[in-house]
DNA sequence: ATGGTAGATACTCTA
C-alpha cells in the first residue's frame, strides 16, 4: 500500500498535475493540503474518473485539506473535535484498510513572536491532544502532510542560516517533536539514513535552481506501521513542470 | 540585498 502526502498549493490550479501524477505513480491514498477552494468546488468528479474518492474540508482561498483513496474512506474527521465553522481548514482525519490517516497542513506561522507564530505552536499542541485523545500508539495509526517545520540540520539547506528562524527555531520544532513524542517515526529518515533531501522550494530567489530547500513535508508512523514501512521518496519530478506547486509529493510504500 | 514569485480575491493578503 503506498501513502503520500502532496501540498499542490490550489487543488483547481494543480488538478491536471495531480492526476497525470496519479495515473504516473499509482499512490493508494494521498494526502493533499492548500487546496484553497470551498467544498463545492472541489474537483471531485475528476478525480472519481481517475479512481479516487475523496474526502475534504476547504473554504475560500487559504488551507484546504483533503483525502484521496482507492479504497473506502472510514470514520471521516473534519477538522479538530469543537472547531466551528470559523475554524481554519488544516486537519482531516480518516480510516483506510484499517490504517488511521490524520492529514495536517501545519500552520506557517508568519514570523516569530507574531500572534500567527502561537497560533502555529498552540495548534501543535492542540494536534497532540487530538491524538491523545482518538488514536492508539500501539495501532497503526499515520500522521503526514505539510509541517511548516524541519526537524533536523539534513532537513534544511542552510541550517546555520535558519538557526532561530522560521520554519526551524527551536519552539518549532520542540512543539513538533512534542506531537512527534505520542510515539511516531520518521519513515523518510528511518529508511534513508542522514540524507539531506528536500520537499519545499521557495518560488521566489531561484530556490529551486539552486536546491535551496526545506523537507518540511513527513509522513510520521507509529511502530507497528514503521515494521511494515517498505520505501519512502521525495518525488521531486512534478517540482520540474511548468507553473508547479513548490511542494514535491513523499510516497511511502507499507507491506499492507 | 528585507528582495524575489505564485495563488485567490478584488485592488491586498498569505505563503
Redesign the pocket.
Known amino acids: 500500500m503506498k501513502i503520500a502526502t502532496w501540498n499542490v498549493?490550489?487543488?483547481?490550479?494543480?488538478i491536471p498535475q495531480l492526476v497525470e501524477w496519479l495515473l504516473a505513480a499509482g499512490p493508494d491514498v494521498v494526502c493533499v493540503q492548500?487546496t484553497?477552494?470551498?467544498d463545492e468546488n472541489f474537483p471531485e468528479i475528476v478525480l472519481a474518473e481517475a479512481g479516487y474518492q475523496a474526502a475534504f474540508t476547504g473554504q475560500?482561498?487559504?488551507?484546504g485539506v483533503a483525502i484521496l483513496s482507492k479504497f473506502p474512506i472510514e470514520d471521516v474527521q473534519l477538522g479538530f473535535p469543537g472547531d466551528d465553522d470559523e475554524a481554519?481548514k488544516r486537519m482531516i482525519g480518516a480510516t483506510v484498510n484499517g490504517i488511521r490517516i490524520v492529514n495536517t497542513y501545519v500552520?506557517?506561522?508568519?514570523e516569530l513572536g507574531s500572534d500567527?507564530f502561537k497560533f502555529k505552536l498552540d495548534w501543535l499542541h492542540r494536534l497532540r491532544s487530538y491524538f491523545d485523545e482518538t488514536c492508539d500508539p500501539n495501532g497503526d495509526v499515520l500522521l503526514c502532510g505539510?509541517f511548516?517545520v524541519g526537524m533536523e540540520a539534513e532537513d534544511v539547506w542552510n541550517p546555520a542560516g535558519y538557526e532561530g528562524k522560521l520554519h526551524f527555531s527551536k519552539p518549532e520544532r520542540a512543539a513538533m517533536h512534542y506531537v512527534k513524542q505520542f510515539g511516531l517515526t520518521d519513515v523518510f529518515r528511518d529508511l534513508n539514513g542522514n540524507v539531506s533531501e528536500f520537499s519545499w522550494w521557495?518560488?521566489?530567489?531561484g530556490a529551486w535552481q539552486k536546491n535551496h530547500g526545506l523537507r518540511i513535508d513527513y509522513i510520521w508512523v507509529t511502530p507497528t506501521l514503521a515494521e511494515k514501512a517498505k520505501s519512502c521518496v521525495i518525488d521531486k519530478s512534478p517540482r520540474y513542470l511548468d507553473?508547479?506547486?513548490?511542494h514535491a509529493p513523499v510516497i511511502a510504500e507499507f507491506t499492507i
Open positions: 498549493n490550489s487543488i483547481n490550479v494543480r492548500e484553497k477552494t470551498i475560500k482561498s487559504y488551507n481554519q500552520p506557517n506561522g508568519s500567527k505539510d511548516n521557495d518560488y521566489r530567489a507553473l508547479p506547486s513548490d
